[in-house]
């Protein structure tokens, strides 16, 4: 999963000139590339992949895009 996303991460850049800040995955795709950091949460997860993470529902293939869009992580007590 990670090398899937370092691949989108390259071609996203090459084509648009900057890095995405979003990162969107199904649920199994995103416990995959949590087994794969061993971090299971997403705000350290985000900070380690440079990018926010949307979660989705449905057979969607991983993408990434560029939002100017200041995302607010929910913080539990």
């Known amino acids: 999963m990670l090398s899937k996303i370092n691949r989108l991460i390259d071609g996203f850049e090459q084509k648009n ?12 795709q995103l416990e995959l590339l949590q ?7 997403i705000a350290i997860l985000s900070q380690l992949i440079g990018m926010d993470v949307v979660i989705v529902e449905g057979n969607l ?14 913080k539990t007590a």
């Open 35 to 41: 087994e794969q950091l061993s971090e299971h949460d």
């Open 61 to 74: 293939k991983p993408h990434v895009s560029w939002a100017q869009i200041h995302w607010k992580h929910s």
């Open 17 to 28: 000139g900057f890095r995405p800040n979003l990162l969107y995955l199904n649920t199994s």
